[in-house]
């Protein structure tokens, strides 16, 4: 656990965790990671909706399959923070 409020995003760069990950284990996560998919080849986050347009429908399913598998994580993550 860490005293305060500090960005998940935040806590896996000061841990260097992901360095250990091998590239074919997945790393998913939520929008709060954007950018993280230009420093790893594994990870894998939901579409970000274009300014001024509409995710596809296959967009949309995906991110719903992502969200699916990330809740089980995330609902574990809340009881370390």
Known sequence: ???GKVHDKRLLHESEI????PDEVAIE???GFHGLEKEFVNVHLPHKKPKGKEL???QK???RELSRQ????????SGIK
């Open 18 to 21: 992901v360095q250990y990950i």
């Open 56 to 58: 596809t429908q296959q």
């Open 1 to 3: 656990t860490r005293a």
């Open 61 to 63: 399913e995906e991110n």
């Open 29 to 31: 996560g939520d929008l």
């Open 70 to 77: 990330r809740v089980v994580c995330e609902h574990a993550h």
